[in-house]
């Protein structure tokens, strides 16, 4: 058996650099890459969170990783479709994946490409499906068959060895059993179903609240809900997906919400960070955007108050502290704009006064 040097802890120490917060995610996933790339059976992997918790992220810091790493570009054929999108096509579930597939790895191959290789891409492909959850098969109560349908065609897909599809007026055959299939979805339904039964102690011991402090500094309730320690499969058949779409995914996966610690990191860190992305656009007028600190904590602090947007929360809330100097930057006169917790504090205070009177 052909050794290879390439270890999932490798691939997991590239991803942490883009993605926060998610270390259990990101373990798997660097698992199931390498399986995927040495050709052994690799687990499809089920990712739910609540918007902007990293689902998407993950999948672009997958695609990253190997297209950079030399050798491994063969394999960076990763496409990402939305499930609804994928709910409407015409030509038939299996044949739109492969076709995308297909047009994907043929780019990325260029014009001197080998059928062959192409071929071999596609049988060798990612595929992530997002907003998976909209595809359940019944939705207020009410059967949903394109749901239905879209989850035994991605069945059919992910169990097949020889499917055909056209390009061009040409018909080409493939294994699909070999393409990774990564679906997400923030399930936000499922997480109140789950979060109920385990506030009453259905079927497990009742929750109790703990005093939390933030970094800001302030003191509250919570109660210590992590769907991921108390989601059972029969929770997602009563959601809409049916038991033999799931079992299809040997490994699911909770992410976490993310913390405030999670979210200042996520703000100023990684590369294409909100503040990076800020800071170069003053730059390009000879002017050096700095935060502080306290600026910074209290940007996290109010993105956490918005449970259910994670990380774009971080965004909603800096729009509204930089909008005024991006349109006319004016520096202190030494080249230098600071972001201070008053700057942002007015920000918050200006949303709250314009929420209120709308009441």
């Given at each position: ?170 018909t080409y055959a493939v ?82 919400d993310l913390a405030e ?67 006319d930057p004016v520096d ?28």
């Amino acid at each position: 058996m052909e050794s290879f040097s390439l270890r999932p802890k490798e691939i997991s120490d590239d991803l942490r650099k883009t993605v926060v917060g998610q270390d259990d995610a990101i373990r798997e996933i660097s698992v199931a890459v390498v399986k995927h790339l040495v050709g052994h059976p690799a687990p499809n992997i089920l990712l739910i969170g609540n918007s902007g918790s990293g689902k998407t992220t993950l999948m672009r810091a997958v695609e990253q990783f190997l297209t950079s790493r030399a050798g491994l570009s063969r394999f960076a054929n990763v496409i990402r479709i939305n499930a609804n999108v994928l709910a409407e096509e015409r030509q038939g579930y299996g044949r739109a994946v492969l076709g995308r597939l297909f047009a994907n790895a043929k780019a990325r191959l260029g014009p001197g490409g080998a059928l062959d290789d192409i071929l071999q891409a596609v049988e060798r492909g990612i595929l992530f499906i997002d907003e998976v959850d909209k595809i359940r098969g019944d939705v207020r109560g009410q059967p949903n068959v394109r749901g239905i349908v879209a989850q035994e065609a991605l069945l059919t897909l992910m169990e097949n060895e020889n499917v055909e599809f056209d390009v061009d007026g040409q018909t080409y055959a493939v294994n699909s059993s070999g393409i990774l299939f990564v679906a997400g979805g923030a399930f936000e339904e499922l997480y109140e179903s789950v979060l109920r039964r385990a506030t009453i102690g259905q079927d497990v011991a009742p929750m109790k609240p703990v005093v939390v402090v933030s970094a800001s500094g302030e003191v509250r309730e919570e109660l210590p809900f992590h769907m991921g320690d108390y989601l059972k499969y029969d929770d997602l058949f009563r959601y809409g997906m049916t038991p033999q779409f799931v079992s299809r995914f040997e490994s699911i996966i909770v992410l976490n919400d993310l913390a405030e610690s999670d979210l200042a990191r996520i703000f100023v860190e990684p590369d294409g960070s909100i503040f990076r992305t800020s800071r170069a656009y003053f730059q390009r007028f000879g002017i050096d955007l700095q935060i502080t600190r306290g600026a910074l904590i209290a940007i996290a602090w109010d993105a956490a108050q918005q449970k259910r947007l994670g990380a774009r929360a971080l965004r909603e809330t800096f729009r509204r502290v930089i909008r005024n100097l991006e349109f006319d930057p004016v520096d202190s006169g030494a080249g230098i704009i600071t972001v201070d917790e008053n700057m942002v504090k007015k920000a918050i205070d200006s949303r709250e006064a314009g929420t209120a009177s709308k009441r």
